[in-house]
């Protein structure tokens, strides 16, 4: 028979428990039960490090067996093994101690543990079985765990003396060492020369002063006194995170938004309420940042930075803020807003500058997009290729590689054999370019864009999510439009997906398959959806822009692509100020009822340019200034025809035979004298004379016959 005795064990990160540890034996004498409770009941401990005695052998290398007994010292209570199963777990057993013949006190926590533990594989509570009433660890070994500073005789007064005793310990103790400094302590966490080494302190008190600073290089701060706080700070050392939250999704069961399932499954949750007494200025999450470097270009500091890496196929979003306003009361001031501000002095390029007025994101940018496509590395001879797996516990990150094909479009292939590449590199070919739908174990396809689908291909694209391949062709033109037999009916694609048909490539022990384009394209930098906005942007009066709303004048445009596209009736309006009475007074549009792009005032159409390049002026005049001509260029022949009006008001025509119809009223006046200004060719009329100016400055007159006709 064995008797076992329970000894205390210390939780690194629970410093109290430690402290209680003080009272233990090196000795191997019985713990007093008061000791055991103070020291469970502060820390609440549930984990004990290692317990392997409770299967086959406790740590000591002994079986259970019939007859063992753990006694709780001081009390008189023992549990006595009556029955072993064959794997060495106790199935049965008698108490034993004045009082307790009803059992109750099996319920206390730690006896319910012990009892749990010795009949099962499940870990004891954070005490270790001892044989024989040795202790496994001297009470000195525990206490080294973690050190107070108080059990050194410091006074912990935050006076220059202490500091200096307290730089002593420290110096005393190993590299990693955890010290704590207990509830009641003064202390603003500097010393006179801080220890060259790293340690954690551990507080039970808050330290002194806004930005209280740590310790030394290294050195993390876990404060447990009025909430928790974790402080680092990095000197000459390696960065390391002061904390670290992981968690790693294995689990193939969880659902999605489709499914009405919008929990997040994160390593952190970060909650506040702002409850109906509540005045506000409530954040779940406050993160500051206060930068002091010189380093501009050289490096970056990050008010919040967020990096997401999708390597599979699930939908991923680096930044989702969802704003929900289930108030039934009308929106007041700030109800929802998400807000970015910037505040700062002076231009950013000074205008001066060579470069002021060019579009550029400058040294400053309240929003900054950027979007490009990936460079992945190329092709290599006898290279070895590990393919990673795709089980629970693997991180398939792809192996990929650029490939220019005979089209002269760069591809990117992956691998997904492992291996070594071969002398020569192969033939990587373009891929078919198809449209069609996946159901079940046949693809159809209704358009071939470029090339043609061969039996054994792979079929992918977005969908279908795992490659599949072609088996066989059931119908349809030969390696065009028909049906497919597939090698897997677990696969779907809806109608008119685009998806790629190409043949495995392979490459020495290697195999590739197909992935897609190299050159990436984003289908929009911002894109809104919803049914409720006034404006989808709106420039306050306040706002000061001194070079344009929109720049695109150095951006490269495809020959398809427009600086703003609109649909017919959409307008532009030219004349708003600020206000609704003064909106749509004069504006732009395309109309199709008229097939006319129409410029409005006050909603009636003043001009209007017409798909049939019929130009009109409704109700007003068409001025040509300075001099400028009218040209008209006439479907009979006449190749230039010029009508203006030069700079002294005379309209001139030149070209062919004009033909008026209507009438022309010549307003010059009579000249009074024969003599008189005038330009060769102009003429005029009063009730007695017709006038000609038969050369500059020189007139010629004729009487009117008086006769009537």
């Known amino acids: 028979m064995k008797k076992y005795f329970f000894a205390l ?402 591809y990117v292939w992956y691998a997904t054999q492992s291996g070594t590449t071969g002398s020569q590199k192969p033939v990587f070919p373009v891929p078919a370019k198809i449209l069609g739908s996946i159901s079940g174990d046949t693809l159809t396809v209704t358009k071939v864009s470029s090339g043609s689908l061969n039996v054994g291909d792979s079929i992918t694209g977005a969908s279908p999510v795992n490659v599949v391949h072609i088996v066989s062709q059931l119908s349809g033109t030969t390696g065009g439009t028909g049906t497919y037999k597939l090698d897997s009916n677990t696969e779907s694609a809806a109608a008119n997906e685009p998806m790629y048909s190409v043949p495995v490539v392979k490459d020495g022990t290697v195999a590739w398959q197909f992935g897609q384009e190299k050159a990436s394209t984003i289908s929009s930098g911002m894109f809104w959806t919803g049914d409720a906005f006034d404006f989808i942007s709106a420039i306050a009066s306040d706002t000061k822009i001194t070079q344009a709303v929109l720049d695109t004048s150095v951006a490269q445009f495809g020959q398809d692509a427009d600086v703003i596209r609109m649909a017919p009736g959409q307008r532009l309006d030219f004349s708003a100020q600020g206000t609704l009475a003064t909106a749509n007074r004069h504006t732009l549009s395309y109309e199709a009822s008229d097939s006319a792009l129409e410029y409005k005032v006050g909603g009636q159409p003043v001009v209007k340019v017409e798909d049939d390049h019929t130009f009109t002026v409704n109700d007003g005049n068409l001025f040509i200034n300075n001099g400028n001509s009218l040209v008209l260029q006439n479907k009979g022949g006449y190749t230039n025809v010029f009508l203006y009006v030069d700079s002294e008001g005379n309209l001139t025509y030149l070209g062919g035979i004009g033909t008026f119809k209507g009438s022309i009223v010549n307003t010059t006046a009579a000249p009074s004298s024969s003599q008189a200004s005038c330009k060769a060719g102009q003429f005029a009329d009063d009730a007695s004379y017709h006038y000609a100016c038969i050369a500059d400055n020189r007139w010629k007159r004729v009487g009117w016959n008086s006769d009537s006709w």
């Open 9 to 410: 064990s210390l939780l690194l990160a629970l410093p109290d428990m430690a402290m209680a540890s003080t009272a233990l034996s090196s000795a191997g004498t019985d713990i007093s039960s008061d000791t055991v409770n103070t020291a469970y009941n502060q820390t609440n401990a549930e984990v004990c490090p290692v317990t392997p005695w409770v299967t086959d052998a406790d740590r000591y290398g002994h079986n259970i067996t019939l007859g063992d007994e753990f006694v709780y010292p001081d009390t008189g209570l023992k549990i006595k093994v009556t029955q072993v199963t064959s794997d060495n777990k106790m199935s049965a057993y008698d108490v034993e101690g004045p009082g307790y013949s009803d059992k109750s006190f099996l319920n206390a926590p730690e006896w319910s543990r012990v009892v749990q533990a010795a009949s099962s594989s499940v870990n004891a509570p954070c005490f270790q079985i001892s044989s024989e009433a040795i202790i496994a660890r001297t009470a000195q070994s525990v206490m080294q765990d973690t050190y107070n500073l108080k059990n050194f005789g410091l006074s912990l007064d935050n006076s220059q003396s202490d500091k200096e005793n307290m730089e002593t310990v420290l110096n005393s103790l190993g590299e990693n060492a955890v010290v704590y400094i207990p509830k009641g302590s003064n202390w603003d966490g500097l010393l006179p020369d801080n220890p060259q080494k790293k340690l954690t302190y551990i507080w039970g008190a808050r330290q002194t002063g806004d930005y209280p600073p740590i310790p030394g290089d290294g050195d993390t701060s876990v404060m447990l006194s009025n909430g928790v706080s974790i402080e680092y700070q990095n000197k000459k050392t390696s960065f390391t995170y002061p904390f670290t939250s992981f968690y790693w999704n294995k689990n193939q069961n969880f659902t999605g938004p489709w499914s009405s399932n919008y929990q997040q499954y994160a390593s952190g949750l970060f909650r506040a309420i702002s409850g109906p007494t509540s005045t506000g200025n409530t954040s779940p999450i406050q993160a500051t940042l206060s930068s002091y470097g010189n380093n501009p270009s050289g490096s970056y500091d990050v008010g919040l930075s967020l990096n997401a890496q999708k390597y599979g196929q699930n939908s991923m979003w680096g930044l989702v803020i969802d704003l929900n306003d289930f108030s039934p009361k009308s929106a007041g001031a700030f109800a929802s807003w998400n807000e970015y501000d910037l505040w700062a002095y002076g231009q950013d390029i000074k205008d001066w500058s060579p470069d002021y007025g060019n579009p550029q994101g400058g040294h400053r940018s309240l929003f900054y997009v950027n979007g490009h496509s990936l460079s992945p590395g190329g092709w290599s001879a006898n290279k070895k290729i590990t393919v990673s797996g795709t089980g629970q516990d693997d991180l398939p990150e792809p192996v990929v590689i650029g490939v220019t094909a005979s089209d002269g479009t760069d």
